[in-house]
């Protein structure tokens, strides 16, 4: 029996919208990042920056914090598979694995681009408008790049972690890799070798959420290093499904 594409794609939305760790994940992404600004914007008065720090990529402060809930949701959506035999019951369904594993991607990676977009819109208005003052629009150089370039950023996140998921077999395992490494071996590794961290996922990806990009790389072939890191984690996990026994 021959499966379709759409069919195969419904039952992997299917998937995400009912199950509530899932949707709840997904739903962190928007639900903290939007919080948190809203927090810092409308107590301290002004984003996340210092003194003659880049202002835009300041309206995008909470966003490092958004993107551990995308890859909390890149790798649940992955590792619920290797629970109770799911992948067998899956691949019962679909027997075609590159067009299940290429389906369940392809949800990920929309969900997590629409939650993403509209958290990075939220997050830059409602941000700038709770300011005492000077606060930024979207007419402004690079504000309108930077809020559908964050919501790419976001959604290449999650896939980066659903690829290694597939690889690894473990949520616990890609986020405890994954969490300390955004939040701690990126900052080390930018301050010993500042080209080396040019290209890390998230020092590369993130030059699309500032007016003036430092370093190595433009905002557009930053984040093209990070769908790069995204590309290769899902040909890994590809690669992963296909020969590894269920």
Not at 110 to 122: N, Y
Not at 207 to 235: C, D, N, T
Request: glycine residues 14%; positive net charge.
């Amino acid at each position: 029996m021959t499966v379709s594409t759409a069919a195969v794609l419904h039952s992997e939305w299917i998937k995400v919208r009912s199950l509530r760790g899932r949707l709840g994940t997904l739903l962190a992404v928007f639900a903290s990042t939007v919080a948190l600004t809203a927090l810092v914007s409308a107590t301290v008065g002004r984003t996340g920056t210092g003194p003659g720090d880049d202002p835009l990529y300041g309206a995008f402060f909470a966003l490092n914090f958004g993107q551990i809930a995308a890859l909390a949701f890149g790798a649940t959506a992955v590792s619920a598979e290797y629970a109770d035999g799911a992948l067998r019951v899956s691949l019962a369904a679909v027997p075609d694995r590159t067009l299940f594993y290429g389906a369940k991607m392809t949800v990920i990676g929309g969900c997590a681009l629409v939650a993403g977009t509209a958290t990075t819109f939220t997050t830059f208005l409602l941000g700038q408008a709770l300011l005492d003052s000077g606060g930024l629009g979207l007419g402004d150089p690079g504000a309108l790049r930077a809020c559908l370039g964050g919501g790419v950023y976001l959604a290449l996140m999650a896939l980066f972690a659903a690829g290694l998921t597939a690889v690894l077999r473990s949520a616990v395992a890609v986020l405890s890799l994954l969490v300390p490494f955004l939040l701690l071996v990126s900052f080390v590794v930018g301050d010993l070798a500042v080209t080396a961290a040019d290209l890390l996922p998230d020092r590369a990806g993130q030059q699309v959420l500032r007016q003036h990009p430092v370093g190595s790389l433009g905002p557009w072939s930053g984040l093209a290093v990070s769908g790069a890191w995204a590309g290769l984690a899902l040909f890994a996990g590809a690669w992963t499904v296909r020969r590894r026994d269920a």
